[in-house]
């Protein structure tokens, strides 16, 4: 039997909670598909900072690299400047786990929850490809003369051909296994960044031709939001850089229905993988046990098929799926007509 050790970094705010809910779910999956697993939970966020003064320890990622999976709830305290826990947990794990890629499906389940009108599931199932290693996350740049009238702030957006070109390459490959139209967008912003996109644009032509069976389009990035509200229904496949791909989801959250339901992978294609609600830690639901759920259930599926669990991945999502359209009055917080651990509870029996 297979047995896979995932690690739990539950983190901050509402983390735990929805945390709790999916790996409720994990373990029904487990008996159900007939795999096991042990988990090993890490505290690292917001409290565990403001106690130790450490965000996160040098043994981490080494530990980290030994498991199959790594399931995130939330990284963001109100207690603590924005940026470090952020930096210091999040991206630091992104970028020294070497999870170049942020994988975010956008799917709409039920035509209720979507603020578009006349939008149906059919228009809006679409996933976008986010770089996550480099960019302007990379974190490059200086202040020039801080704090005087002639201050200056730069921020470099970083690109390297073998980055763009891996990021490229596994978003063909996404397209060719998954896409519904087999077709990839690049989303850029060839018209302004002229160094950055022309890099990315060329790299992705060129790659282009060894993939002739998927359609190839080019949008703009202020282009892609508006069709995102105008037209969801033309995107399959989109492939983007870090910041667009940041932004892009955020919009594409909203139209699959909130954050509530949002999921997605930081995906090391050869390493360890990293996934997560995309909500962040809503510190005013924190323990008031009305936090949505489904979109950290959805990321164990995800996590699911990443480690080869497919049927289990797929039956968790379908599970998922199934109580939103039959059960929830809204995603929403508050507003679902259940509590977190009820909406767990509609899950686990639905499966
Ligand atoms: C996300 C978040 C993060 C990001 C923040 C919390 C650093 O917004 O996962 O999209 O910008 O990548
Ligand atoms: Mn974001």
């Known amino acids: 039997m297979k047995n896979y050790k995932i690690a739990i970094i539950a983190g901050d705010g509402t983390g735990p909670e ?8 994990l373990a029904a999956a487990s008996q159900k598909f007939d795999f096991k697993y042990q988990t090993h939970a890490y505290d690292f966020g917001g409290e565990r900072y403001l106690r130790t003064k450490e965000v996160l320890p040098d043994s981490a990622i080494g530990e980290l690299k030994t498991f199959n999976a790594i399931y995130l709830g939330a990284i963001g305290h109100p207690d603590v400047k924005p940026g470090i826990l952020e930096k210091g947990i999040l991206l630091r794990l992104r970028f020294d786990l070497d999870q170049y890629i942020n994988l975010r499906p956008v799917e709409l389940y039920d035509e209720r929850f979507c603020p578009l009108k006349n939008k149906k599931p059919e228009d809006i199932n679409f996933t976008v490809v986010r770089e996550n290693s480099e960019g302007l996350y990379k974190g490059l740049g200086e202040f020039q003369n801080k704090g005087t009238a002639n201050e200056v702030a730069i921020q470099i957006s970083h690109n390297t051909r073998k980055g763009v070109e891996r990021c490229i390459r596994y978003a063909f490959e996404y397209t060719r296994k998954h896409g519904k139209k087999k077709k990839l967008t690049l989303c850029g912003k060839t018209n ?3 160094f950055a996109f022309d890099l990315w644009e060329r790299t992705f032509n060129e790659i282009a031709k060894e993939y002739t069976d998927i359609t190839t389009d080019y ?3 202020d ?3 508006m069709w995102f509200v105008k037209n969801p229904e033309w995107f399959d496949v989109i492939v983007t850089d870090n910041m667009f791909g940041d932004i892009i989801t955020d919009l594409g959250a909203m139209i699959q229905g909130g954050m509530g339901i949002a999921a997605g992978g930081n995906i090391n294609p050869e390493g360890v ?3 997560e609600p995309i909500g962040g830690s809503a510190p005013k639901y924190t323990g008031k046990n009305v936090i949505n759920p ?3 259930i959805a990321a164990i599926a995800m996590l699911l098929r990443q480690v080869g669990e497919d049927k289990a991945g797929n039956a968790v999502e379908t599970a998922v799926k199934t109580v939103l359209r039959t059960k929830l009055k809204d995603l929403a917080a508050g507003k679902m007509g259940y509590s977190t651990t009820q909406v767990g509870d509609l899950v686990v029996k639905e499966l």
Do not use: Y
Not at 18 to 25: A, R, S
């Open 223 to 225: 282009a892609t939001t």
């Open 18 to 25: 929805v945390v709790q809910e999916g790996l409720k779910v």
């Open 192 to 194: 302004v960044l002229t």
């Open 294 to 296: 489904l979109a950290a």
């Open 219 to 221: 949008a703009h990035v």
């Open 273 to 275: 993988s990293m996934f």
